[in-house]
């Protein structure tokens, strides 16, 4: 089992920053993918950003390429998603996810993702 904790989410206006983290604790993290992904209102869960621990190979969404970082602090077992130039489209609750072993191209599939977190509500006012 792998537990995962977000938080950093809040309400920012239109062109602010936020650092999410999310705290992976249980088993050994390091073979796995770790994952941001967010859903709004009436809205499929989609996908944000992704890392793996190993090799540190980052994949992002063509929606957040330039604005949003995903990094990892292995030591601590944490990953964040520092989100810069945030659009009022942003809004969504972000979650973390981890999936094991998932090839470069399996990265924003929410369904290979085996262990999620509880969500962190992020809020961009125009």
């Known amino acids: 089992q792998v537990q995962l904790v977000e938080s950093g989410g809040g309400l920012v206006q239109a062109g602010g920053s936020l650092r999410l983290s999310c705290a992976a604790s249980?088993?050994?993290?390091?073979?796995?993918?770790m994952g941001w992904f967010r859903q709004a209102p009436g809205k499929e869960r989609e996908f944000v950003a992704a890392?793996?621990?190993?090799?540190?190979?980052?994949y992002y969404a063509d929606s957040v390429k330039g604005r949003f970082t995903i990094s990892g602090a292995n030591a601590k077992n944490t990953v964040y998603l520092q989100m810069s130039s945030l659009k009022p489209e942003d809004t969504a609750v972000y979650y973390c996810?981890?999936?094991?072993?998932?090839?470069?191209?399996?990265?924003?599939?929410?369904?290979?993702?085996?262990?999620w977190g509880q969500g962190t509500q992020v809020t961009v006012s125009s």
């Open positions: 996810a981890a999936g094991a072993d998932l090839l470069y191209s399996d990265f924003p599939l929410p369904t290979l993702y085996d262990y």
């Open positions: 249980g088993r050994t993290v390091s073979r796995y993918v």
């Open positions: 890392i793996r621990w190993n090799g540190g190979n980052t």
